[in-house]
């Protein structure tokens, strides 16, 4: 299993730019998140979803989108980038809701790291 | 948000010596704790758990010690090893708000060989 997969790894975007961040897990989870971590801090949650077709808003999700249109893929949409969306995003998978199944953990992606100039 | 701070943002150990990391939080709403390491350059990666009707919980070579009455959860670490270097992150989800995880703003550990 390659895990959790996140493309791309870096990218300078200018303001108002958008693009998408991919995130693809081969693990069959049916928990998806995305987590965005600015320098010297700890992670924030922007979005999550607990299977395909369903998605909720997490802390900080104001100018991002998201889509779960399959179990695999949950990816993220930035529109109109800002200065403040720069951060590392990391998409995390699970089967369970962390803590529910007894154990079961989230598994984080190596991170995209965004920069909006 | 919810509160979730830790006493100091670095520590430094020698190699061979227990580590011991520190995070508070304020809700007595929080019911279940994780402890992750993050490497440099790579995502949080588990490292132990806590549910909030326990107060102690141990692994390999790590223990978690939660004081539900001063909402405090400690993670010890025995015989710190080089590879231990890492930041040290606490994250609390609070009962009844569903996915939400909240996470503390990290301790460097520096292990000195």
């Known amino acids: 299993n390659a895990g959790v997969t996140q493309t791309p790894k870096f990218r300078i975007l200018k303001i108002g730019q958008s693009m998408t961040l991919q995130c693809t897990q081969d693990m069959n989870h049916n928990y998806m998140y995305w987590y965005r971590q600015d320098p010297g801090m700890g992670l924030k949650l922007i979005y999550y979803s607990v299977g395909a077709g369903i998605t909720d808003k997490g802390e900080v999700p104001n100018g991002y989108n998201v889509s779960r249109s399959t179990t695999e893929d949950f990816p993220l949409r930035l529109e109109l980038a800002a200065p403040s969306q720069t951060s590392v995003y990391f998409c995390?998978?699970?089967?369970?809701?962390?803590?529910?199944?007894?154990?079961?953990?989230?598994?984080f992606g190596p991170g995209t790291r965004l920069t909006v100039l | 948000g919810e509160s979730v701070g830790l006493h100091l943002p670095t520590l430094s150990v020698q190699e061979g010596d227990n580590s011991i990391i520190n995070c508070a939080y304020s809700n007595s709403a929080s019911d279940y704790f994780i402890w992750y390491k993050q490497e440099s350059g790579k995502g949080p990666q588990f490292i132990i758990d806590i549910r909030s009707n326990m107060d102690k919980r141990q692994g390999q070579r790590v223990t978690v010690l939660l004081n539900k009455t001063v909402k405090h959860l400690s993670l010890q670490i025995a015989a710190t090893q080089p590879g231990d270097s890492a930041v040290y992150f606490c994250a609390e989800n609070i009962r009844n708000t569903g996915n939400q995880f909240y996470f503390g703003t990290g301790t460097s550990l520096t292990v000195i060989p």
């Open positions: 995390a998978s699970s089967y369970f809701r962390p803590g529910l199944a007894g154990g079961d953990t989230q598994y």
